[in-house]
């Protein structure tokens, strides 16, 4: 069945694009302009009656190329007209060209004119970190710092911050993104190997618009577009140097959700910056990467998060027995009516929160109870008892809006919590 409705034409009419042109960019220095144009070409040769575009970059005026290259290879050529002739993207600029949750979603609705409803839309979402490029003598390359006006400045500040162990909001948040899953990975880049010509600002920042992207992503596969959308999601970093800048491509999500079957794939650099390597290529930057030409599925964040639960086993027997009762009480409700309570449903997970916090959240996470950028929370490395404190954040934000919970999520929520905590979620569509 079709997620958008009465469209003219079936899947299989759908195929799934292949960005060769891109692909064959990804890990070696380029024009910003010449990945503006294949890009626009690639995007060209897909045939929507529409597109969009998003773009995410520091806020550093180190990054006003990027931009411009950007508005005018793509952006004045593919997107529809604002005013006075003005064609130009959905914008996010912050410190570390840091992706912000629902960004993608506004986009989309502001490009779901009455010409995409026709067929079918391209949503593209280009994400620049970006880093200083020195050239020291003939052959040699130095990361990380440039001069600035009249001195020498790091670029990008940002991700130089977090070496610096910066205590700043916006630190914290790429800190968070580059510890999640369970890795370190400023640690990683704390090498003092990667420190000699500058390579951890470019590594970092490469690991960050790569996590950036996820991120996107993610929000991207937990949203139901206004109609038939193809979402490109490419992230690279933007190479600041005193003449032009240039551009190293890392990676391209293509997640196409023109109908509702959904094919999500991935192809460029991985997560793992200690796994990233760097050549000088006839004057030009290449960074290699085990995995960067094996085309992959994009990952399904809720289906991890079932997974991870299913791997944790039975619950702990305090849970069982601390809401015994309300057990009792959800089981004989399940066989009397269709629609669990409200009440009980809080109940059941002010227990789970006191007793098994983490398997109660991921519980929520897996059957769609909370948004999914709380599976970044649970994802993030830390003590057992920082786990526990972010899982109470995530059954605190469901109390909080559990009038507006689906019926159907919440006896699914209930159905998981039936076998405790820990159990394998109910299968569902």
């Known amino acids: 069945m079709l997620r958008h409705g009465k469209i003219s034409t079936v899947h299989d009419a759908y195929r799934l694009p292949v960005m060769k042109r891109l692909y064959d960019l990804l890990g070696l220095e380029h024009d910003l302009a010449e990945v503006g144009r294949e890009l626009r070409s690639e995007v060209r040769g897909l045939g929507a009656q529409a597109v969009g575009a998003l773009q995410v970059t520091c806020s550093d005026e180190s990054e006003h190329e990027c931009t411009q290259t950007f508005e005018r290879t793509f952006a004045h050529e593919m997107l529809p007209r604002l005013k006075y002739g ?11 060209a840091r992706y912000e949750w629902g960004g993608a979603r506004i986009a989309e609705d502001h490009f779901a004119t009455d010409e995409a409803a026709r067929g079918f839309k391209v949503m593209v979402v ?36 977090l070496f610096d162990d910066v205590d700043l909001p916006f630190a914290e948040d790429l800190r968070e993104e580059l510890r999640s899953g369970g890795t370190d990975r400023l640690a990683l880049l704390a090498d003092p190997a990667l420190a000699v010509d500058g390579r951890h600002a470019l590594f970092g920042a490469l690991c960050s618009a790569r996590l950036q992207a996820r991120r996107c992503a993610m929000d991207i596969q937990d949203h139901s577009p206004a109609g038939p959308t193809l979402y490109v999601v490419m992230h690279g970093v933007t190479l600041n140097k005193p003449g032009p800048d240039s551009e190293l491509l890392g990676g391209i999500y293509v997640l196409d959700h023109r109908d509702g079957r959904g094919v999500e794939t ?10 990233y390597g760097l050549a000088i290529e006839h004057g030009r930057v290449r960074v290699t990467d085990p995995s960067i030409h094996a085309g992959r599925p994009a990952r399904d964040h809720r289906a991890l998060a079932r997974g991870r639960l299913r791997g944790m086993g039975p619950a702990a027997a305090v849970f069982r027995e601390a809401a015994a009762a309300l057990l009792g009480r959800a089981r004989h409700e399940r066989t009397k009516q269709a629609v669990v309570s409200k009440t009980l449903v809080r109940a059941l997970l002010a227990v789970a929160a006191a007793t098994s916090p983490v398997a109660a959240a991921l519980l929520l996470v897996a059957e769609g109870a909370v948004g999914i950028h709380y599976a970044t929370k649970l994802n993030r490395a830390g003590t057992e008892d920082e786990q526990a404190a972010l899982a109470r954040d995530v059954l605190a934000s469901v109390h909080e809006r559990l009038d507006e919970l689906p019926p159907g999520i919440a006896n699914r929520v209930v159905d998981g919590l039936l076998g405790a905590p820990g159990a394998e979620a109910t299968p569902h569509a």
């Open 86 to 96: 003005e064609r130009v993207p959905f914008r996010i600029a912050n410190p570390g």
């Open 266 to 275: 991935y192809r460029g650099i991985g997560d793992d910056p200690s796994a």
């Open 126 to 161: 280009k994400i620049n970190g970006h880093v200083a490029l020195a050239h020291a003598g003939a052959d040699g390359h130095r990361f990380g710092r440039l001069n600035r006006y009249d001195r020498e400045s790091t670029y990008c500040g940002a991700i130089h911050a």
